[in-house]
Structure formats: structure tokens, C-alpha cells
């Protein structure tokens, strides 16, 4: 039972183009959301978080948007380049404790030239 | 050191074998977290250490696994009797703050 999911396993973006990556969770205790980016052979990096008390955060060419109401955040890469291409893992975690978070399976994104 | 340091980076064994995995947290991070990706999967949460409490072994897929933090720092994972599922990318990471998740480059296992 999958309490985030990302449904879209892959995305292919033209480079310059948005770049949107979509994430549903079931939990409506989760009260912080992240999203990281991961290259092969490396692992996961920290990219963007947002706290269930904002509906969007943003940092340079990365924003993330919160839905409370639909448990759903989407993160948008606006313009999308090519070393962008990378796996994209969603995760949430309850309570703001220090406990594990929770991840989706990654969806991987592709940005052409 | 000043990032997640995982040994070995790869690592083939014969299904029945026991191996160990090591993770060297940055220094002064208090929390630890093991967590595995198989192939095609996201990244299964295995275990946690925060300072000297217990730790929550929740995710643990078997007793088969096991994992000690020794003196609030290194980090074992031992997986006993391997077996071909338990192929994949095993990743520890260590925290202070909740933005300061930072994973190592993780253990490629392989049984074969």
C-alpha cells in the first residue's frame, strides 16, 4: 500500500520547456514534503521541501506546489536543461520529527537538447 | 568527512552467503537511515538511529536483517543467508536537521 506515489515512471521534455512532475500521498498526517534528485550511480540529492502550511515554495528554477485538499504536490522545473535529466523522488514524512521519510518510486526525466 | 561514505560501493555474493555493508555518517549527524532501492522500485525505508534511542527497525524485510550503529556514528547493515531478492542499491543517509538528509552513493549488491 503506496502512501506516495508518483504514477509517470518516465517524462521527456523538450530543453527550455516546463517540466512538470506530479505526486500523490494518501496520508493527510504528512506535514512536510521533499523532492530528490538522483543522477546514476549516486545517490538521492535534496532539491526542494515544502511544509504543509504553504501551498507553494520556490528556489530558482524549481517550484514546488502543494494541493492539501487533493494530496497532491507537483514540482516545476522552469526551463528545463539537459542536466536536469535525473530520477525525481518525491517523499513525506509526519509529524516534523526527525523520523524516515516516506518515498515514491521516482519518475525519470529525460530533457532533450 | 564531508559527505556519506559507503563501503563497498559494489559488492557480488552467492546466495547464501552473509554480507556486511558499512556507512560512515557525516560527522555530528545524530540521525542515520538505511534505506534500499530495487530495480524499478523507490526507496524502501529499512531502519533508523537517532542518538542513543532505539532504533526503529520497522522496514526491515526479514530477520535476516540486521543493522547496529556503533558509539553513535559507523553503521552496519548485514543481511545473513542472501538471497537473489535481495538484490539492489542499499543507500544510507544521515541527518541533523530534516533538510540535512544527506544519502552516500550507496552499495550495488548482487547475489548470485
Known amino acids: 500500500d503506496q502512501q506516495v506515489k508518483q504514477n509517470s515512471p518516465s517524462l521527456s521534455v523538450q530543453e527550455g520547456r516546463i517540466s512538470i512532475l506530479n505526486c500523490d500521498y494518501t496520508?493527510?498526517?504528512?506535514?512536510?514534503f521533499l523532492w530528490y534528485k538522483k543522477y546514476p550511480a549516486e545517490g538521492p540529492t535534496f532539491l526542494i521541501s515544502?511544509?504543509?502550511?504553504?501551498d507553494k515554495n520556490e528556489d530558482g528554477r524549481f517550484t514546488v506546489f502543494l494541493n492539501k485538499s487533493a494530496k497532491h504536490l507537483s514540482l516545476h522545473i522552469v526551463p528545463s536543461q539537459p542536466g536536469d535529466s535525473a530520477v525525481y523522488f518525491c517523499?513525506?514524512?509526519?509529524?516534523?520529527?526527525?523520523?524516515?521519510?516516506?518515498f515514491g518510486k521516482g519518475t525519470k526525466l529525460s530533457v532533450k537538447p | 568527512g564531508a559527505g556519506v561514505s559507503q563501503s563497498p560501493s559494489n559488492k557480488v555474493t552467492e546466495k547464501g552467503k552473509d554480507v556486511e555493508l558499512r556507512c560512515d555518517p557525516i560527522?555530528?549527524?545524530?540521525?542515520l537511515y538505511w534505506y534500499r532501492q530495487s530495480l524499478g522500485q523507490g526507496l524502501e525505508f529499512l531502519i533508523y538511529?537517532?542518538?542513543?534511542?532505539?532504533?526503529?527497525k520497522s522496514g526491515l524485510p526479514s530477520d535476516r536483517f540486521s543493522a547496529e550503529r556503533t558509539g553513535g556514528s559507523v553503521s552496519t547493515l548485514t543481511i545473513q543467508r542472501t538471497q537473489q531478492e535481495d538484490s539492489a542499491v542499499y543507500l544510507c543517509?544521515?541527518?541533523?536537521?530534516?533538510?540535512?538528509?544527506?544519502f552516500g552513493s550507496g552499495t550495488r549488491l548482487t547475489v548470485v
Open positions: 543517509a544521515s541527518s541533523s536537521l530534516i533538510r540535512g538528509y544527506t
Open positions: 496520508n493527510s498526517m504528512f506535514d512536510y
Open positions: 515544502i511544509s504543509s502550511i504553504k
Open positions: 517523499a513525506a514524512m509526519l509529524g516534523g520529527s526527525q523520523g524516515n521519510l516516506i
Open positions: 560527522s555530528g549527524h545524530t540521525a
Open positions: 538511529f537517532q542518538g542513543n534511542s532505539a532504533p526503529d
